[in-house]
């Protein structure tokens, strides 16, 4: 990470560096593809997304208001070029994740191990099962570490919204997982 703000690079590159960009995009471009990769499933078409996603900010950078948080700024058109991509794909239907995209702590046994990637690969299957507005809260809520408010903002719904859309998204998900355990 760069010890630059992003408040300080924004006015940077507004003021015509366009050096500053670099910096913004490996700041927040691991976090961005992460975030594509885990709604599209696809990481070649994730990484066109998230090449995207910085073209697009980059510009319309001049409508970033600067008393906010760059990060959910992103990930709002992120999850808007997610969206449109599976609106004018609507025969796309989410994939399961695969093997290779589970991380997994590998300094446990090899038992812990699998039952660890095994419960991830459930987990991440249920959320795919789930309405797209309820998988995307659990994904940035749980994935992303997002709170309810950057949640509300990047969601573009009230608190109170975001805050039930996590909670309808575990309900489901509980009764998804029990309906595989049965």
């Avoid at 961005?32 to 499933?41: A, G």
């Avoid at 900010?57 to 970033?64: Q, R």
């Avoid at 999850?79 to 025969?91: A, G, P, S, T, Y």
């Avoid at 991440?124 to 949640?151: K, N, T, V, Y």
Wanted: charged letters at 25%.
């Amino acid at each position: 990470m760069s010890s630059v703000s992003d408040h300080d690079l924004v006015r940077q590159i507004l003021a015509g560096n366009k050096d500053a960009y670099a910096l913004v995009v490996q700041n927040h471009g691991q976090k961005i593809y992460s975030f594509v990769c885990r709604m599209v499933r696809e990481p070649d078409l994730s990484r066109d997304l998230a090449q995207e996603v910085f073209v697009r900010a980059y510009t319309s950078l001049n409508t970033f208001d600067g008393s906010k948080a760059l990060g959910p700024w992103l990930y709002k058109i992120a999850l808007n070029l997610v969206r449109d991509h599976f609106r004018k794909n609507k025969d796309i239907s989410l994939r399961s994740i695969s093997l290779e995209e589970i991380s997994v702590r590998a300094e446990c046994s090899p038992e812990d191990f699998w039952m660890a990637r095994e419960k991830q690969m459930l987990l991440q299957q249920a959320i795919c099962q789930l309405p797209p507005d309820l998988g995307e809260a659990l994904a940035l809520r749980f994935f992303h570490d997002m709170s309810f408010e950057e949640m509300a903002h990047i969601l573009g719904v009230s608190l109170s919204a975001a805050k039930m859309r996590v909670y309808r998204g575990l309900e489901k998900m509980v009764d998804i997982l029990e309906g595989e355990e049965g």
